[in-house]
Protein backbone atom coordinates (compact mmCIF):
# COMPACT_ATOMS: atom_id res chain seq x y z
CA UNK A 1 0.00 0.00 0.00
CA UNK A 2 1.42 3.38 -0.75
CA UNK A 3 -0.42 6.81 0.42
CA UNK A 4 0.70 9.95 -1.47
CA UNK A 5 0.63 13.21 -0.35
CA UNK A 6 1.14 16.30 -2.53
CA UNK A 7 2.36 20.38 -1.52
CA UNK A 8 3.38 22.75 -2.73
CA UNK A 9 0.88 24.69 -4.65
CA UNK A 10 -0.43 28.02 -4.63
CA UNK A 11 -1.03 31.47 -6.50
CA UNK A 12 1.95 32.33 -9.34
CA UNK A 13 1.89 34.83 -11.94
CA UNK A 14 2.05 33.71 -15.34
CA UNK A 15 5.62 33.09 -16.30
CA UNK A 16 6.96 32.51 -12.26
CA UNK A 17 7.66 29.01 -11.32
CA UNK A 18 6.53 26.48 -8.77
CA UNK A 19 7.83 23.12 -7.36
CA UNK A 20 5.42 20.54 -6.55
CA UNK A 21 6.48 17.82 -4.30
CA UNK A 22 4.50 14.23 -3.83
CA UNK A 23 5.97 12.28 -0.53
CA UNK A 24 5.03 8.67 -0.35
CA UNK A 25 4.73 6.64 2.93
CA UNK A 26 5.92 2.87 2.98
CA UNK A 27 8.86 1.48 1.87
CA UNK A 28 7.51 0.34 -1.74
CA UNK A 29 8.08 3.74 -3.05
CA UNK A 30 10.91 2.85 -5.23
CA UNK A 31 9.21 -0.02 -7.32
CA UNK A 32 6.85 2.32 -8.59
CA UNK A 33 6.57 4.67 -11.56
CA UNK A 34 5.25 7.80 -10.93
CA UNK A 35 3.59 10.44 -12.73
CA UNK A 36 1.53 14.00 -12.44
CA UNK A 37 -1.48 14.83 -13.54
CA UNK A 38 -3.90 17.48 -13.77
CA UNK A 39 -7.30 18.57 -14.19
CA UNK A 40 -8.94 22.25 -15.06
CA UNK A 41 -11.89 23.12 -14.13
CA UNK A 42 -14.55 21.70 -17.14
CA UNK A 43 -12.16 19.60 -18.44
CA UNK A 44 -10.80 15.90 -17.83
CA UNK A 45 -8.00 14.75 -16.22
CA UNK A 46 -4.84 15.16 -18.55
CA UNK A 47 -1.17 13.23 -18.07
CA UNK A 48 1.42 15.65 -17.35
CA UNK A 49 4.36 13.67 -16.84
CA UNK A 50 6.04 10.40 -15.88
CA UNK A 51 9.54 8.80 -14.18
CA UNK A 52 10.32 5.31 -14.84
CA UNK A 53 10.94 3.89 -10.76
CA UNK A 54 14.73 4.13 -11.77
CA UNK A 55 14.11 7.57 -13.03
CA UNK A 56 16.47 6.70 -16.21
CA UNK A 57 13.17 7.27 -18.27
CA UNK A 58 10.90 10.71 -18.60
CA UNK A 59 7.76 11.14 -20.39
CA UNK A 60 5.63 14.43 -20.78
CA UNK A 61 2.79 15.97 -22.26
CA UNK A 62 3.94 18.66 -25.27
CA UNK A 63 1.93 21.29 -23.46
CA UNK A 64 4.70 21.30 -20.79
CA UNK A 65 7.80 20.40 -22.82
CA UNK A 66 10.58 22.13 -22.44
CA UNK A 67 8.94 23.94 -18.94
CA UNK A 68 8.78 21.17 -16.50
CA UNK A 69 10.46 19.11 -15.31
CA UNK A 70 9.75 15.00 -13.25
CA UNK A 71 12.43 14.04 -10.78
CA UNK A 72 12.30 11.58 -7.71
CA UNK A 73 14.52 10.30 -4.44
CA UNK A 74 13.69 7.04 -4.01
CA UNK A 75 16.03 7.42 -0.92
CA UNK A 76 13.25 10.51 0.67
CA UNK A 77 10.76 8.75 -1.41
CA UNK A 78 9.32 11.92 -3.48
CA UNK A 79 8.92 13.10 -6.54
CA UNK A 80 8.94 16.50 -7.27
CA UNK A 81 7.20 18.42 -10.49
CA UNK A 82 9.24 21.81 -11.21
CA UNK A 83 7.11 23.74 -12.85
CA UNK A 84 8.53 27.00 -14.95
CA UNK A 85 7.23 29.86 -17.33
CA UNK A 86 3.85 29.20 -16.12
CA UNK A 87 1.05 30.24 -18.16
CA UNK A 88 -2.59 30.72 -17.23
CA UNK A 89 -3.57 27.35 -18.80
CA UNK A 90 -1.45 26.02 -16.25
CA UNK A 91 -4.32 26.55 -13.61
CA UNK A 92 -5.53 23.20 -12.61
CA UNK A 93 -5.15 20.52 -9.61
CA UNK A 94 -2.25 18.38 -9.81
CA UNK A 95 -2.49 15.02 -8.35
CA UNK A 96 0.71 13.00 -8.31
CA UNK A 97 0.41 8.80 -8.92
CA UNK A 98 1.86 5.79 -8.54
CA UNK A 99 1.55 3.18 -11.35
CA UNK A 100 3.27 -0.67 -11.57
CA UNK A 101 4.32 0.23 -15.32
CA UNK A 102 5.95 3.25 -16.95
CA UNK A 103 2.37 4.85 -18.77
CA UNK A 104 0.68 8.04 -19.05
CA UNK A 105 -2.69 6.41 -19.36
CA UNK A 106 -4.27 7.13 -15.78
CA UNK A 107 -6.32 3.87 -15.60
CA UNK A 108 -3.11 2.31 -14.75
CA UNK A 109 -2.28 4.17 -11.93
CA UNK A 110 -2.95 2.31 -8.69
CA UNK A 111 -2.42 5.37 -6.37
CA UNK A 112 -3.35 8.80 -5.88
CA UNK A 113 -2.66 12.01 -3.62
CA UNK A 114 -5.41 14.23 -3.04
CA UNK A 115 -4.46 17.02 -5.54
CA UNK A 116 -2.88 20.00 -4.84
CA UNK A 117 -4.25 23.63 -6.38
CA UNK A 118 -2.28 25.49 -8.93
CA UNK A 119 -3.23 28.93 -9.73
CA UNK A 120 -1.58 31.06 -12.53
CA UNK A 121 -2.42 34.88 -12.62
CA UNK A 122 -2.30 37.21 -16.11
Known amino acids: QVQLVESGGGLVQAGGSLRLSCVAS????????MGWFRQAPGKEREFVAG????????MYADSVKGRFTISRDNAENTVYLQMNSLKPEDTAVYYCAASSSFTGAARWYKYWGQGTQVTVSS
Open 51 to 58: IHWSGGSL
Open 26 to 33: GRTFSSYA
